[in-house]
């Protein structure tokens, strides 16, 4: 009975906090009652096995394992019903810590917004954060409390399946998105309706060699800071409250144990606060690197690099305790990562009540909240780019009397959600918008629509052509959407060969001779090859994949009722032979000019530039660029630049535009790239309306980083470039910075 007294008092000692204690107050005084084991089981996450994203590690033990608090986290573990279930297991534990529930909720979670390369061609920061802010409500409402999102990765290789995940090819662009997406989830952290934030892949990991997923990378240091960490200190500077490692070696040094990574720069140079969590089994996984020999040194590497948390591997939850007592980690390493994770639990507000994410009734509510839909059909429209339009056979006429929907894409649902939708259980499909349900709901009764398949996605079969070629002869417009299916972009889907699989090409070919316009729309997770469709199709609608809006959004710019304004966050090879290929690249000693091929920097086959440039993407009305004007030509370090340019809507309908600013620095103690992107503004425009619009250069848009890796800026000339895209420059000046 003493005993049971004496318990009892500790329990109620540890748990009965005054409202004047600190969160580290009560992570310290917490920590003083755990034992040894009880710390290392907060470092161990584990899978639900019915919702597993990677190889599962065979554990028939979990539930008793979380009844002796030896598991921090659970992540694929979804709705109120299951994650109460799981919570109430952590709270028969000593301590009574509760778990951390994560999960995938890459964009979106019942609402599916489009994938984050589409959305990242919005350019619509705004939009952006909205929509991950839907996606946290959702999954927050759900028992969620972290995601495993945004991923910030750099990525210059569309073979790598992954760069659906990101904000494409450029560093400005993708830390302001970075930084956008990490506000949408996290909200006011420890709200019923935000998540935890992971960034990811820390770091380097869409430089994978051969753009082959979970492969090594090789890079100077001033690449390392200069392209890649940008986008992850702004997602740091926005709160983040995790980072994930990324699977890849980065020169040698797997990034699980990469201690420049990890101690050096995040938690060192960046003071990060929060923890860090590994990724699907990757500190186990050194061992195939060839890094340590066995799980037990991959733990030792992992936690003295600065690893907090390990995903599915097991080499924390049996290996550290051995490794403490052989004096081979010190304790003071494991306080550290323990604190770390239970200060966001307790910033969560779990202590106070570790079922505030599982309430069915706010459940319900949020799955089925219509401002949900809205923003997701929004977003969409806002992430179409418009490729081609050259007889502005688009916006379509809402007097069409017969319309032929053609395509292997035109019917499907799930493939609109595209690749890392949640599976959100016990709902069915039909919240998902078809594309043919799209363009019914636009038309109504008015214009009759005829459907043809033609021809699967990745099927040689040619026996549907007749059919396409019969209902086409019957309508006065072809709408056809082709691509690649949801599940060929993605975590391990990366490919050699980026053409439109099958016969898809050889249906457009038969269309064309029909002599009837024809609507190409192009579903896919990454730019595609589509060299002959580009030279030969008059009319492109690149749609990525949508998201559970997809049919509305893109029925809602075919019929003109949004103005297409996405603009390319990757260029879009002419052939895979070109890449890696991308804007901001260095100059060489031979540059090649206007395809002089020479004994220059050259393809002798293939011309050096995009089929399509990064920023690129057309709208239905057309935009003046004039005026432009700098407040001062010579500036010093520590003053700034006010850039003024006029923008008109030169069309007859009202349109959005992004404009951009670009610099280059002619010369530098290191080589600079061509161009780059240090500014935008996206800007809604009515016909014939006009708008000034101000740009700010300051040193910070001026400095790089030197050959010692010192971030500054360096007296000289700069080039000033406001234009439509990378490629499409309209105004050019200059400017010089003095000592």
Known sequence: MKKTITLAFVFVSIFAFSQQQTVDQKVKALLKQMTLEEKIGQLNQYTSNDAATG??????????????????????????????????????????????????????????????????????????????????????????????????????????????????????????????????????????NSVMACVKHFAAYGAAVGGRDYNSVDMSNRMLWETYLPPFKAALDAGAATFMNSFNDLNGIPASANNYLLRDILKGKWNFQGFVVSDWGSIGEMVNHGY???????????????????????????????????????????????????????????????????????????????????????????????????RDVLPLSKGLKTIAFIGPMVKPKRDNHGFWAVDVKEIDSTYIVSQWEGLEN????????????????????????????????QAEVIILSIGENFNKSGEAKSKSNLHLPGVQEDLIKELQKTGKPIVILINAGRPLVIDWIADNMPTIVYTWWLGSEAGNAIADVLFGDYNPSGKLPMSFPRIEGQIPIYYNHFNTGRPSVNEDKIYKSAYIDLPTTPKFPFGYGLSYTTFEYSDLKLSQKTIKNNESITVSVNIKNTGSVKGEEVVQLYLRDKVGSVVRPIIELKDFQKITLNKGETKTIQFTIDNQKLSFYNNALEFGSEPGDFDLMIGSSSADIRLRDSFELVK
């Open 442 to 473: 636009k038309v109504g009764k008015r214009t009759k629509i005829l459907y043809a398949k033609g021809c699967g996605v990745e099927s040689n079969s040619k026996e549907g052509f007749a059919d396409a070629l019969n209902v086409a002869s």
């Open 292 to 390: 340590v020999k066995d799980n037990k040194e991959a733990a030792l590497a992992s936690i003295t690099a600065g690893s907090d948390m390990d995903m599915e591997s097991n080499a924390y939850r049996y290996n550290l305790e051995q490794l403490v007592k052989e004096n081979k980690v010190p304790v003071a390493l494991i306080d550290d990562a323990v604190k770390r994770i239970l200060r966001k639990k307790f910033e969560l507000g779990l202590f106070d009540d570790p079922y505030k994410f599982c309430n069915t009734e706010r459940e319900q509510k949020e799955m089925n909240n219509p401002e949900h839909t809205k923003a997701a059909r929004e977003m969409a429209a806002k992430s179409i780019v418009l490729l081609k339009n050259e």
């Open 55 to 192: 190889p599962i590690t065979i554990n028939n033990n979990k539930q008793n394992e979380i009844k002796k608090g030896l598991i921090g986290s659970m992540l694929n573990v979804m709705g109120t019903k299951r994650t109460r279930q799981y919570q109430e297991l952590a709270m028969q534990s000593r301590l009574k810590i509760p778990l951390l529930f994560g999960l995938d909720v890459i964009h979106g979670y019942k609402t599916t917004f489009p994938i984050p390369l589409a959305e990242a061609a919005s350019w619509d920061l705004t939009t952006i954060e909205l929509a991950a802010r839907v996606a946290a409500t959702e999954a927050a409402a759900s028992g969620i409390h972290w995601t495993f999102a945004p991923m910030v990765d750099i990525s210059r290789d569309p073979r790598w399946g992954r760069v659906m995940e990101g904000a494409g090819e450029d560093t400005y662009l993708g830390s302001k998105i970075a930084y956008a997406r990490v506000k949408g989830f996290q909200g006011n952290l420890g709200d019923v």
